[in-house]
């Protein structure tokens, strides 16, 4: 396993050889807000050693600069670590162990954004009960997966990545279907942890759904998964439409309301 101070070298040189990328460095943090107050990036990268649940580092950032976009790499993270990184708008957060890949995207994904708003507020944060809003934009919806995968959870690193895929799924759907991706449009996500599994409760602002209207996914024809991809084409829509199939493979059990513009994913720790 690469180490968490390798980690982080390799993501800065892979940016200080692209000529695309100008990369400079600061330390403490008290020079990096000086230089922010004359400055503008593109993306700043914090790395926190031993960080306090509060960030108070980042929250010095934002104040010099409020539209900065920060991702955060911490050692260790604890579930506090995010609430308060998610309340001080930062735009992603990495803890050791990760994957480079993911991290690198997630720094273009940043850069690329010119007009960026926050889009991911907290609602209400107890340690096994987290209510979060985000808004109904693709971005939003990656910042927010990558944010959930650090919360810590008794699962497996493979258990974990296939939770997290099938949040995705159904949180694209969400945003995509229910919030035809109007920004000004909210989803609404709970993050339960009992003793026993582990729960996300998704609603969309949309009108639903119903079961018996699904011939455009594949979950509608499970032995043949692309055969729905003829309907979708006769309706005008991109390919795709694998989510709700996907996520009903990677969790325990994925429940939908009545309505079918909210829907509960729930995998077992035991």
Known sequence: MIGYRQSIAEIVGRFEVNRKWDVDFAAPADDLAEILRDTRYDVVLVHLLNPSPELTPIRMLRAVNPDIKIILFVEQATTAHIVAAIRAHVFSFFSHPFDVEDACHMIKTAAALSDWTNGIEVLSASPAYLTLRLRCTLDTADRLVQF???????????????????????????????????????????????????????????????????????????????????????????????????????????????????????????
């Open 148 to 270: 959930m995968k650090e919360v810590p959870v008794e699962l497996l690193p493979d258990e974990l990545q296939d939770t997290a895929h099938a949040f995705r799924e159904l949180l694209l759907n969400a945003i995509e279907h229910g919030g035809k991706l109007d920004a000004n449009e909210w989803v609404r996500v709970s993050r339960i942890r009992t003793m026993r599994t582990l729960v996300y409760h998704i609603v969309d602002p949309g009108d639903g759904f119903s079961s018996a209207n699904l011939a455009h996914a594949a979950i509608s024809t499970p032995d043949d998964p692309v055969l729905h991809l003829q309907a979708r084409e006769q309706l005008g829509r991109r390919a795709g439409g694998f989510g709700m199939l996907i996520a009903t493979h990677m969790v325990d059990e994925v429940i939908y309301n009545e309505q079918g513009n909210q829907v509960i994913l729930i995998k077992h720790l035991d």
